[in-house]
Structures are given as structure tokens and as C-alpha cells.
């Protein structure tokens, strides 16, 4: 690869030199052996190449797992993923931290190939990605890059998907479920425990990851006594505690049985006022304090959100029998025992903090008329 002629790629006012290297990057692109040598380039010059030829590199490769790889021959297919891995053991070892963006592109890249690959040819690509983090901090943020570029790739609800696709992510999902999941949540809590004093950002990007799956996998693997013990004490943490209470936000808004959703809260809430974290008036910090309120505005949304549905299934019945009335009972006192969270937060004098639970105080209104 003759990575001198991409240097003109930032080069724009010489428009000639730049003329040239988007020439030949488009032929790198289209040629049926680009990829080779961008792959060849990054595991021969490793972390010490120049950023710029890293990212073209990567760049090239992202455009062959787009548009060729999962029709290349399998020998092709074990050529690339041989260039994938040599670079992302690189990486995971190297002293000093890769670029964000060069880690994000890496990740984006992997998550490409495993929507391919994974379970038929690749059944081990958990596993095997698993198995980096015992290379240290680097290979963690790298492990949490890509699983949430493997979210992004199979689950992420704003991205339109053809059928064949959403077929695709079903499976994978499910496969996942079966093999995967409970080793992936067993590192999350390694990592939260092991990282939380020496490198809080690892800590908090695991909270980001754990909220973004927590959408589609069984529920009793995050909220049980350790995780919810280590989150709570995370909220106390000046470092962690936004991620920590975006993570738990998230874990009360997955969709579930209302009379479930409302016993998960109502536990939150109770270890949550236990460790004097509900107490807004006790801290200076704004930031966290608009985290807290939407954690907040979250709890009385979905337990407002837990009554209707209840009504809604006991609403063809004529009579409600005891056990059915207590439920409704609950759901409708776990309402009413946060209109106190609410106004207390309402009455912040940041508007900000105060705007963040507004949607709890129309949905109580709405439901009172």
C-alpha cells in the first residue's frame, strides 16, 4: 500500500495532490485486493502508524464488510478476520490508549463481521472477544466499544432494518441469549468491581453498556443483589454516579409484567432512599442532580404507565376478586408515594432540574382528571 498518496487527503488547497489521493483511496476501495493491503498495512505497522493511514485503513475495510465480505470465498473471510483480530490484539496492547476514533471505527468494524459471521462461522467470537480482557484497561474500553457497536448493529431501534435483517438480529439475539449473555454480564460486574477506583471512565461506559442491553436480555441477570448493591454505591461516587443513574434508568424503563415493574421499582427505590441518594437538597451538583431527576421523572412515568396497563387488563371484569384488588392497590400507593420525589424536585431552583420530572407531574395530573 502506497500510503504516501493518502497524505493529500488533507491536503485540500492542493487541489491536485487531493485529487490523487481520493483517486486512489476510491481504488482501494473497489479493488478486490484493497483490503488485503489496508489490512496488511495496519497489522504490519501496528499502533506506531500515522492516525490518518490507521483510520483510511480501516475505512477500506469497513467498506469490504459492507459490500463484499459476507459474499467472500471462506478463505477470503478467514484472511480478514486473521488482519481483525492481529489489529485488535494490537491494540489491547499497546502502552498508550488509541484514538477514540480510531477504537470506535475498530469497533464499528468488528461488529460488522460478527453481524455476519456470527454464530455459523464465527460461533466463537464471544469467547474469543471475551478473552482480551485479561490484556488490561485498553482491551476493556475496546470490548465495551464493541459490543455497543454490536448493539448499534443489531438492536438499535432507530436504525430501519429490511426484514431479512431484523430476521438476522432475532437470531443473533436469541443465540446470544442461549450462549453468550451470562458470561457478557459476569465481565460487566468484573469490570465495575475491578476498574471503579483506578479508571472510573472504563466504569462508566459499562454502565452505558449494560443499559443499552438490558432491553432485550433477562432482566434477574442485572437486577439482582450484586449489581444493584455495586450501582447503589456508584450513585455515591462523584465520577461514576451519572452513568450509574442513566444505567438504572434504563434497567426501570425495560418492558415487563406492570405488578413486576412495580416490585423492581419500588426495591430501587427503597435501596435508593436507604444509601441517602433521593436527597437533592444535600448536594451541590447539578449535573447530577438533572441524572437524578430523570431517574426520577422515570420511576413515576413507568409506575403511572404500570397503573394504566392494570386498569386497562382488569377492566373487563366485572368483579375483582381479592388478589387482583391488592395488586391494583400496590401499583396505585407506588404512585402515590412518589409524589413527594417529585415535588421536591420540581421545586429545584435550576430549571433544568425541575424540567426533567415534568413528565411525571402531567402523567399524575392526567391521571387524576
Known amino acids: 500500500m502506497e500510503a504516501h498518496l493518502l497524505q493529500g487527503l488533507w491536503a485540500p488547497d492542493n487541489h491536485q495532490q487531493h485529487a490523487q489521493a481520493l483517486e486512489y483511496l476510491q481504488q482501494l476501495r473497489?479493488?478486490?485486493?484493497?483490503?488485503r493491503m489496508c489490512g496488511a498495512t495496519l497489522t504490519n505497522g501496528g499502533p506506531q502508524l500515522?492516525?490518518?493511514?490507521?483510520?483510511?485503513?480501516?475505512?477500506v475495510m469497513e467498506h469490504h464488510a459492507r459490500n463484499r465480505y459476507a459474499a467472500a470465498t471462506p478463505e477470503e473471510q478467514v484472511h480478514f478476520?486473521?488482519?481483525?483480530?492481529?489489529?485488535?490484539?494490537?491494540?489491547?496492547?499497546?502502552?498508550?490508549?488509541?484514538?477514540?476514533?480510531?477504537?470506535?471505527?475498530?469497533?464499528?468494524?468488528?461488529?460488522l463481521v460478527f453481524v455476519v459471521d456470527y454464530p455459523t462461522r464465527w460461533p466463537s467470537f464471544i469467547t474469543d472477544l471475551l478473552s482480551t480482557?485479561?490484556?488490561?484497561?485498553?482491551?476493556?474500553?475496546?470490548?465495551?466499544?464493541?459490543?455497543?457497536?454490536?448493539?448499534?448493529?443489531?438492536?438499535?431501534?432507530?436504525?430501519?432494518?429490511?426484514?431479512?435483517?431484523?430476521?438476522?438480529?432475532t437470531r443473533i439475539k436469541d443465540t446470544m441469549r442461549e450462549h453468550g449473555v451470562l458470561e457478557l454480564t459476569n465481565s460487566w460486574y468484573d469490570i465495575l468491581v475491578k476498574y471503579e477506583k483506578s479508571h472510573p471512565e472504563l466504569v462508566c461506559h459499562c454502565h452505558d453498556v449494560i443499559g443499552a442491553y438490558i432491553s432485550w436480555i433477562d432482566i434477574s441477570l442485572i437486577a439482582n443483589d450484586r449489581f444493584v448493591c455495586k450501582l447503589v454505591d456508584h450513585l455515591k461516587e462523584p465520577l461514576l454516579r451519572e452513568a450509574a443513574a442513566d444505567c438504572i434508568h434504563e434497567i426501570i424503563t425495560k418492558g415487563m409484567d406492570p405488578v413486576t415493574k412495580t416490585q423492581l421499582i419500588e426495591s430501587f427505590v427503597t435501596v435508593l432512599d436507604q444509601a441517602g441518594v433521593l436527597k437533592p437538597v444535600d448536594d451541590d451538583d447539578s449535573d447530577f442532580l438533572?441524572?437524578?431527576?430523570?431517574?426520577?421523572?422515570?420511576?413515576?412515568?413507568q409506575l403511572i404507565l404500570s397503573w394504566q396497563n392494570i386498569n386497562q387488563c382488569l377492566g373487563g371484569l366485572?368483579?375483582?376478586?381479592?388478589?387482583?384488588?391488592?395488586?391494583?392497590?400496590?401499583?396505585?400507593?407506588?404512585?402515590?408515594?412518589?409524589?413527594?420525589?417529585l415535588l421536591t424536585f420540581m421545586a429545584s431552583e435550576y430549571d433544568d432540574i425541575s424540567a426533567a420530572v415534568f413528565d411525571f407531574a402531567r402523567d399524575y395530573i392526567q391521571v387524576g382528571t
Open 30 to 35: 473497489e479493488s478486490a485486493d484493497g483490503w
Open 50 to 59: 500515522d492516525d490518518k493511514v490507521k483510520f483510511v485503513c480501516l475505512q
Open 81 to 111: 478476520r486473521q488482519h481483525l483480530s492481529q489489529w485488535m490484539t494490537a491494540l489491547c496492547m499497546c502502552t498508550d490508549p488509541e484514538k477514540v476514533f480510531i477504537q470506535n471505527k475498530t469497533a464499528q468494524l468488528m461488529s
Open 133 to 169: 480482557l485479561s490484556l488490561g484497561p485498553h482491551a476493556v474500553q475496546l470490548y465495551l466499544r464493541t459490543l455497543m457497536a454490536i448493539d448499534t448493529e443489531v438492536v438499535d431501534r432507530e436504525i430501519i432494518h429490511s426484514q431479512a435483517e431484523s430476521d438476522r438480529n
Open 290 to 301: 438533572v441524572k437524578l431527576a430523570r431517574l426520577i421523572n422515570g420511576i413515576g412515568v
Open 318 to 341: 366485572h368483579r375483582l376478586d381479592k388478589k387482583e384488588s391488592e395488586k391494583r392497590e400496590m401499583v396505585r400507593q407506588a404512585v402515590e408515594n412518589k409524589v413527594n420525589l
